[in-house]
Structures are given as structure tokens and as C-alpha cells.
């Protein structure tokens, strides 16, 4: 099993992102990807989720709604975060896990990926 997250980087404030979590090793349609975020010193905090196969999106928090977006490429096995209008708050590492529960709540989740780091300058 293997989530493979990637696309972060160094970005302006205001600016975009898209991160990828590749999946493998399981049966990608029965399982939901959920985004976390972490901060050094800090509870990981959840972002978005997405159902497959269905589509279905839970976002953590209202504010995240008009920035943050996400979606699944079913047939690659690729679930995507794209981030718009980036705010330095908006640094951390960000992780993908996999579950068959859809939720941003903590959770004993099945699956982990590695985290892909977002740093925001202002």
C-alpha cells in the first residue's frame, strides 16, 4: 500500500497550488482520501475529504470552502488538493490518508502518506 503525496513547495501569498496523492496497493473506489494538515508543535488538523466513488466532499471548516478544492481522478488513482489565495497560515505539512470512513475528524485511519510541505511567504 502506498500514498504518494507531492506538489508542495515555496509560493507567494495569494498564490496556487495543486497537490497529488497517488494511490496504490488498494481498492482505490472503496476508500475515501482525506487531506491533513500539520505544523510543527502543532495537532494535525483536517482539511478536506472526498468519497469514492461517489464524489461526495467534506470540507473541515467553512473558510476553506472558497480557497480549497478537491477532486478525484479515478482512473489514475489520484486524488487532488487545489489551493488558491494561499495565506501564510496556510504552511504545514499537508498529508493524505486513506479509510473507508469519509471524515476530517481524527481518526485511526487505515493508510498514511508522507507529507508534502506547503510554506506560504508574505
Known amino acids: 500500500v502506498q500514498l504518494q503525496a507531492s506538489g508542495g513547495g515555496l509560493v507567494q501569498a495569494g498564490g496556487s497550488l495543486r497537490l497529488s496523492c497517488a494511490a496504490s496497493?488498494?481498492?482505490?473506489?472503496?476508500?475515501?482520501i482525506t487531506w491533513f494538515r500539520q505544523a510543527p508543535g502543532k495537532e494535525r488538523e483536517g482539511v478536506l475529504c472526498i468519497s469514492n466513488p461517489d464524489g461526495r466532499t467534506y470540507y473541515a471548516a467553512d473558510s476553506l470552502e472558497d480557497r480549497f478544492t478537491i477532486s478525484s481522478d479515478n482512473a489514475k488513482n489520484t486524488v487532488y488538493l487545489q489551493m488558491d489565495s494561499l495565506k501564510p497560515e496556510d504552511t504545514d505539512v499537508y498529508y493524505c490518508?486513506?479509510?473507508?470512513?469519509?471524515?476530517?475528524?481524527?481518526?485511526?485511519?487505515?493508510?498514511w502518506g508522507q507529507g508534502t510541505l506547503v510554506t506560504v511567504s508574505s
Open positions: 496497493g488498494f481498492t482505490f473506489d472503496d476508500y475515501a
Open positions: 490518508v486513506a479509510d473507508p470512513l469519509s471524515t476530517v475528524l481524527p481518526h485511526l485511519f487505515d493508510y
